[in-house]
């Protein structure tokens, strides 16, 4: 089984900062692309930003130039540094993988997600 769990949220006001982690144990072989999504109260589920294995990035225009994403794969690690946040990137974030568990078999998983509340 593989687990996905995050950590970092909380509480900031606006203009300020937050990182999230987040680390993917189990068993796994290999780890594809990498993201956050998050979740406004009312709303869907949207991707912020993603990372392939390659290390390329992707965002989201609502977060370009303020949020970036990196990830370590050694300790498959996913991080999102979140800079200059504002009221409307309050939500559950939550990390997702696409986790190759042998050669065969890649599963997709999330985390239980960790909440970021941005105050005006």
């Known amino acids: 089984q593989v687990q996905l769990v995050e950590s970092g949220g909380g509480l900031v006001q606006a203009g300020g900062s937050l990182r999230l982690s987040c680390v993917a144990s189990?068993?796994?072989?290999?780890?594809?692309?990498m993201g956050w999504y998050r979740q406004a109260p009312g709303k869907q589920r949207e991707l912020v930003a993603s990372i392939a294995g390659d290390g390329d990035p992707d965002y989201a225009d609502s977060v370009k130039g303020r949020f970036t994403i990196t990830r370590d794969g050694a300790e498959n690690t996913v991080d999102l540094q979140m800079n200059s946040l504002k009221p409307e990137d309050t939500g559950v974030y939550y990390c997702?993988?696409?986790?190759?568990?042998?050669?065969?078999?890649?599963?997709?998983?999330w985390g239980r997600g960790t909440q970021v509340t941005v105050s005006s």
């Open positions: 997702n993988a696409d986790v190759a568990i042998n050669r065969l078999l890649t599963r997709n998983y």
């Open positions: 189990g068993t796994i072989s290999s780890i594809g692309r």
